[in-house]
């Protein structure tokens, strides 16, 4: 019975042996250099990564307690305290305080740039802003967000919302809200509120070219999606939110706020806090592919090199044999 493969010539085993011994080590080299690059890689890629979402997450974190931090300071202003206790015999004389009163706001809001605008409103009926905004014309003080304020006993946040509940705004710009009940320092009871509007896009400026195939996302406890920086339509990489993606994210977050923790999944690098005084949850995600990108090059050089010297090596034996 003849063999499957025909009887080589000393001239064809001197060809192959030459090519096997060539090709063996650099393949050896070439798949060693190419395990030790990826996880170099990975490991460099996901510790700058985690770093870029913690710094982004430090932002966000404290655009919004500055809002809050700035209410809280105007609830034991003692001017707007006054304003607030004030009784108006006329109608002027309610304006002139008004105006007054704003002037004060928008003093002490001068180097807050990020907030777009600062309001207090009195059971007395007066009303106060920081804003060139005019003042929307139903009585703020039947509307349902004045009384969740002023029904509560700590900071109230109200996730993204089309134009603002205070003033003529745009109703193409989304806010943050955070408002908070005025306690009067000398009768004990709720002399007002005061709140903060942020446009949504004072945290999209933030986030901007911080993560260029990442999500940043701002979650509540229940897993509803407040704010998300990209729909992922034009990410290289698309992420999906999934539920139990938000899931892990929820249990990760725990009730630690103000540190970052890296949320295990196969899929994706996810750096999540909880934010301080909202008490919401923010999360950065990237997907695993775009971190193993540059490694995927790699291998196509390393594959590329291997064949070039395969032929170089058959060129070489042809020559010496």
């Known amino acids: 019975m003849k063999p499957f493969f025909p009887r080589l010539s000393f001239r064809q085993k001197l060809l192959v042996s030459f090519v096997t011994l060539s090709c063996i080590p650099v393949l050896l080299v070439g798949i060693a250099a190419y395990h030790l690059y990826t996880n170099f890689i990975l490991d460099t890629t996901e510790k700058s990564s985690i770093e870029t979402i913690d710094l982004v997450c430090d932002d966000i974190d404290r655009l919004l307690n500055d809002a809050w931090s700035l209410c809280d300071m105007l609830t ?8 607030l206790r004030m009784e108006f015999p006329s109608i002027r004389e309610q304006y002139s305080n008004d105006l007054a009163g704003s002037m004060e706001l928008a003093s002490i809001s001068t180097y807050r740039k990020d907030i777009f605008g600062v309001y207090m409103f009195g059971r007395n009926g007066g009303c106060y802003k920081s804003s060139y905004y005019s003042f929307k014309s139903e009585d703020q003080r039947e509307t349902t967000w004045y009384q969740t304020i002023a029904g509560s006993q700590g900071a109230t946040w109200f996730p993204p919302h089309e134009g603002s509940f205070i003033v003529r705004s745009s109703i193409s710009d989304k806010f943050i809200t955070v408002g908070q009940p005025v306690m009067d320092k000398a009768s004990g009871m709720v002399s007002g509120i005061v709140a903060a ?10 986030i901007r070219q911080s993560l260029g195939n990442g999500v940043i996302c701002i979650l509540d406890r229940n897993g509803d999606i407040l704010f998300r920086s990209n729909a992922g339509n034009d990410l290289h990489y698309p992420i999906d939110l999934s539920e139990d993606l938000v899931s892990h994210i929820l249990d990760a977050a725990g009730t630690t706020v103000g540190k970052s923790i890296v949320v295990p999944d196969d899929r994706c690098l996810v750096v999540c806090r909880t934010l301080m005084n909202s008490n919401w949850i923010i999360a950065g995600i990237l997907d695993r592919g775009f971190l193993t990108q540059s490694s995927k090059d790699i291998t196509r050089i390393v594959m590329l090199l291997l064949l070039i010297i395969v032929f170089s090596s058959l060129y070489i034996a042809m020559l010496i044999s």
């Open 76 to 83: 034991g202003d003692i001017i707007m305290q006054k304003y």
């Open 197 to 206: 509007d942020i446009k949504e896009d004072a945290i999209v400026q933030k």
